[in-house]
């Protein structure tokens, strides 16, 4: 009953190193979607994928990287990390692209970068 | 301009006195506008879809309605457990996922 599972859940990075945050889910879908939420922002969509070994960017794909080399798996890198990119990162997944709208959220991984 | 404005940015209210969180929305071929509702350290959690003007879900105390440019969700004699942020989203004809509205914080006191 895992739905989709982000790791790690709180990471602290200085400026400048790089990491990856996993995204799993059990679901079969074909969908996965990694966002990002800042206070007074909302939810902004960093990178989707529409399937296995697909990719796109969303409305602020700047400084992200994404891998999508398994179904259930869609990894979120950061090569370079800025103060900017402190935020709460929430990978999501659906069977359709927005039709239903019914998106399953992980739980969040909060990044602080000093 | 945001395409998507949920209106109020909070709202607080006492056990049982109902009212309703506002989602404006400015796209163009709307195909569906989605309400999910978000627990503190928590992802959001999808609540209803709605298609078409006129169209209304119930679940609980809580009731979504949709008109052409914005949506109502109504809670009628709230809980303390309904207390938690409410997001709109949109999925419309210019996009291929879903737009998210900035949400509504509503907090239910005992």
């Known amino acids: 009953n895992a739905g989709v599972t982000q790791t790690p859940k709180f990471r602290v990075l200085k400026t400048g190193q790089s990491m990856t945050l996993l995204c799993a889910q059990d679901?079969?879908?074909?969908?996965m979607y990694w966002y990002r939420q800042d206070p007074g922002m909302g939810l902004r969509l960093i990178h989707y994928s529409v399937g296995e070994g697909t990719t796109a960017k969303g409305e602020v794909p700047d400084g992200y990287n994404v891998s999508r080399l398994k179904k259930q798996n869609f990894l979120l890198g950061l090569e370079s990390a800025a103060p900017s990119q402190t935020s709460v990162y929430f990978c999501?997944?659906?069977?359709?692209?927005?039709?239903?709208?019914?998106?399953?959220f992980g739980e969040g991984s909060r990044l602080t970068v000093l | 301009e945001d395409q998507v404005t949920q209106s109020p940015e909070a709202l607080r209210l006492q056990e049982g006195e109902s009212s309703s969180l506002n989602c404006s929305y400015t796209v163009s071929g709307l195909r569906g506008l989605f309400w999910y509702r978000q627990d503190p350290g928590k992802g959001p959690e999808f609540l209803f879809t709605?298609?078409?003007a006129g169209e209304e879900k119930e679940k609980e105390r809580l009731k979504a309605t949709l008109t052409k440019k914005e949506s109502f969700l109504h809670i009628t004699a709230p809980k303390p457990e309904d207390s938690a942020t409410y997001l709109c989203?949109?999925?419309?004809?210019?996009?291929?996922?879903?737009?998210f509205g900035k949400g509504t914080m509503l907090l239910v006191s005992p």
């Open positions: 989203a949109v999925h419309w004809a210019g996009y291929s996922t879903l737009t």
């Open positions: 679901m079969n879908h074909e969908y």
């Open positions: 709605l298609y078409s």
């Open positions: 999501a997944s659906s069977y359709s692209l927005g039709d239903t709208g019914e998106l399953f």
